[in-house]
């Protein structure tokens, strides 16, 4: 059966940055193929205040990820998150979503906010179809539109 993706997906939530060193290097790695750097990944994550980190693995594989952390005790910020393009369109990155959202309902948090840019197209359509609604735009230092988005889990 050529072609095809046999996937036993099985889902981890972090509240911290992962010690193991399989799935921190699997994060990294896919982090790097999809954005095409993962230049201080570690290091910014070790800026971040409460960080929670979802992880999704086919086998021992990192295939998906999900990383934000903490704005105040109620708005928590989305921020990195992408899954491996073998694996796109089987739900990973909704679920990946829906666990963390879940996980942030369960402790306090009231919104969640994300950016994203025009280019992530799939990225935009699952937060826009998933409850988020666009709140601004800006022009960053490097010329890049960026689109705020949040939603309000209490809803």
């Given at each position: 059966?050529?072609?095809?993706?046999?996937?036993?997906?099985?889902?981890?939530?972090?509240?911290?940055?992962?010690?193991?060193?399989?799935?921190?290097?699997?994060?990294?790695d896919l982090h790097k193929r999809i954005f095409g750097e993962?230049?201080?990944?570690?290091?910014?994550?070790?800026?971040?205040?409460?960080?929670?980190?979802?992880?999704?693995?086919?086998?021992?594989?990192?295939?998906?990820?999900?990383?934000?952390?903490?704005?105040?005790?109620?708005?928590?910020?989305?921020?990195?998150?992408?899954?491996?393009?073998?694996?796109?369109?089987?739900?990973?990155?909704?679920?990946?979503?829906?666990?963390?959202?879940?996980?942030?309902?369960?402790?306090?948090?009231?919104?969640?906010?994300?950016?994203?840019?025009?280019?992530?197209?799939?990225?935009?359509?699952?937060?826009?179809?998933?409850?988020?609604?666009?709140?601004?735009?800006?022009?960053?230092?490097?010329?890049?539109?960026?689109?705020?988005?949040?939603?309000?889990?209490?809803?």
């Amino acid at each position: 059966m050529k072609g095809v993706v046999v996937m036993e997906v099985k889902y981890m939530l972090f509240d911290t940055i992962p010690d193991e060193e399989a799935i921190l290097e699997g994060i990294i790695d896919l982090h790097k193929r999809i954005f095409g750097e993962s230049d201080d990944l570690v290091k910014k994550m070790e800026s971040k205040p409460q960080i929670i980190v979802n992880v999704a693995l086919n086998n021992s594989q990192v295939i998906g990820y999900k990383i934000g952390y903490e704005l105040d005790k109620r708005k928590f910020y989305s921020w990195l998150g992408g899954v491996d393009p073998q694996f796109r369109g089987h739900g990973v990155a909704s679920k990946l979503m829906e666990q963390q959202h879940y996980y942030l309902k369960e402790n306090g948090y009231h919104i969640v906010q994300t950016k994203t840019m025009n280019k992530w197209r799939s990225m935009l359509i699952l937060n826009i179809k998933s409850g988020f609604e666009v709140i601004s735009t800006y022009t960053n230092k490097k010329g890049l539109h960026k689109i705020i988005l949040e939603k309000n889990l209490l809803e």
